[in-house]
């Protein structure tokens, strides 16, 4: 078995020789495929006994009220697909290699600093985050530029109760988010994928339309890493990248910021890259998507709809060209 041998002092076996259905099965069964010597190594097997324990964590209850305005009545993404098919690139590009690595990131303390064009510049824990407006469940589709969506209650609320908070000037023209880059826990930042950290970024409409949400949880519960712990944003009529993770700075700034994927392929992927089925990417069609947990070789995919099927946000961008300004 291929070890790859990592500067922490860490063996890992290389992300496709363990699939992500097995990180999930339970403790017990995990460890009985080991002793029943499927696994040989013994340094592999105390580290995949390990690995079992940090992967299933007991999880922590979120309480929150459902808002029914925000619910999407599409059938709900099993937990298991939203947690183990992830994009996350500080872990690795590949899809289950945020399940498998992203709990080496320790999410607790954490402070979310905000700041730039505000009156009142503050710099916030999670435990703050957590009271400072009322935890709602709101049912979102998201839908990532690849061409796939799923399904999730999120626990969160509006972004905009941050906002005026922190009392935006009239300069705050957009605002930024930049997210977490420890280098020790991140595997996937060796490699210069992206500009790291992760950047992204909303004109200050955006950020303000109830819509957009500050999100702490996911099925009743704290947010898993893989998904974005301990703070994240949901702008469900955007594209999924524009959702960005781990959040620990807020800025608010006169101009257009610097965004990730915008920097890195500016012509694939735009500033407000709106969900948008007339706007393909350049290599591939987005007229149609896959629903994550109920793809089968039969399955038909679906139409992509206008802003995701979030029409309220289309008088953010009236008298806009959506396709000079994708
Ligand atoms: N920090 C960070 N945030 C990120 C990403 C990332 O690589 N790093 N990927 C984005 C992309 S491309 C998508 S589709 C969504 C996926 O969110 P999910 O894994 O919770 O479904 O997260 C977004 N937020
Ligand atoms: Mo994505």
């Known amino acids: 078995m291929l070890i790859k041998r990592q500067p922490n002092g860490v063996d890992l076996p290389f992300a496709s020789e363990i699939t992500p259905r097995e990180i999930f099965e339970s403790r017990r069964s995990f460890i009985q495929k080991i002793a029943v010597g499927s696994i040989a ?38 937990y298991e697909d939203a947690t ?10 590949d899809k289950s290699n945020p399940a498998r690595y992203a709990s080496a990131l ?32 709101r049912v979102y589709r998201l839908r990532c530029v690849e061409g796939w969506s799923m399904v999730i209650p999120w626990v969160g609320y509006s972004l905009s109760e941050l906002i005026k908070k922190v ?37 200050i409409d955006e950020a303000n339309h109830p819509l957009t949400m500050l999100t702490l949880g996911m099925y009743g519960e704290v947010l ?44 694939e992927y735009g500033f407000y890259s709106n969900v948008n089925p007339q706007v393909n990417h350049p290599r591939w069609s987005q007229a149609s998507e896959r629903r994550i947990g109920e793809d089968g070789f039969f399955t038909k995919k679906r139409p992509t709809l206008m802003f995701n099927g979030y029409d309220q946000v289309a008088s953010l961008y009236s008298g806009m060209d959506l396709k000079k300004y994708f």
């Open 41 to 78: 190594s013994a340094s592999l097997l105390e580290m995949a006994s390990r690995e079992a324990f940090a992967a299933s964590p007991a999880p922590q209850k979120l309480a929150a009220r459902q808002n029914t305005s925000y619910v999407v009545l599409d059938k709900q993404t099993p």
């Open 84 to 93: 183990t098919y992830n994009n996350y690139y500080e872990f690795g590009t």
């Open 106 to 137: 320790k999410t607790r303390p954490w402070t979310v600093s905000i700041e730039g064009e505000v009156k009142k510049p503050m710099t916030l824990d999670i435990d703050s985050l957590l009271k400072l407006a009322p935890l709602e469940e």
């Open 167 to 203: 009392e935006p000037t009239s300069n705050a023209k957009y605002v930024q988010f930049v997210t977490e880059l420890d280098r020790d826990a991140m595997i996937g930042v060796r490699r210069r994928v992206l500009d790291w950290p992760y950047t992204e970024g909303l004109r």
């Open 224 to 267: 898993p890493n893989q998904n974005g712990a301990p703070v994240r944003i949901i702008v469900p009529w955007k594209y999924g990248f524009k959702s960005a993770k781990s959040i620990v700075k807020i800025r608010f700034v006169k101009d257009q910021p610097s965004t990730a994927w915008n920097s890195a392929a500016p012509n």
